[in-house]
């Protein structure tokens, strides 16, 4: 693994689950596999480095991800995010980061800010809750997306779920062989 690398750790009831504030460098991290609950940040970046986050829970937080300070580019890919607000990407000094998300679930507040866009593709949203400088870029949609059991914590789709097989059809397929969910 790289060394930047944070795989399969749960962060509950804390202020910050993972927080990377500005003196520690430059170093860019991927957080995998990794669920953050009932914490006041569950992640809070305030340094210059890109984070690529990836199939990770956020749920139960006041904000799931906050990122300000600084800033650079970062990628969210196939995550679920259901807090009060899901996403804060405002990194201040003039920067020009911006936030991709791909083939993610998002039942919170969602914000940018006016240097600092958040592109939306192939995900799942809750209508009215994206702010200024969210922009949906591709196969995005609004619907219920149909947990298995989320007040217990089990954010597995059910089989009748609308975002089942409608992920980036340019990212790799699932294991049975079809089109990604989201």
Do not use: W
């Not at 192939?122 to 007040?151: A, M, Q, R």
């Amino acid at each position: 693994d790289n060394p930047g690398t944070i795989n399969g750790f749960t962060f509950q009831n804390c202020k910050n689950g993972i927080y990377f504030d500005f003196d520690h460098g430059d170093t860019d991290h991927e957080i995998v596999h990794c669920i953050f609950k009932n914490n006041t940040n569950g992640l809070s970046n305030d340094g210059s480095r890109t984070l690529h986050i990836s199939n990770s829970l956020f749920y139960d937080n006041d904000i799931g991800y906050n990122e300000h300070y600084y800033g650079d580019d970062c990628y969210i890919t196939n995550c679920t995010f259901d807090n009060t607000i899901d996403i804060s990407f405002t990194p201040g000094y003039d920067t020009d980061a911006k936030l991709t998300i791909y083939n993610s679930i998002l039942l919170g507040q969602v914000n940018g800010n006016h240097l600092n866009p958040v592109n939306l593709y192939y995900s799942n949203y809750k209508s009215g809750y994206l702010g200024d400088n969210v922009f949906t870029i591709e196969g995005n949609i609004t619907d219920n997306p149909l947990f298995v059991n989320s007040s217990s914590g089990d954010y597995n789709l059910q089989s009748n779920s609308p975002c089942i097989d409608v992920g980036d059809p340019n990212t790799q397929r699932d294991p049975d062989g079809s089109r990604v969910d989201m």
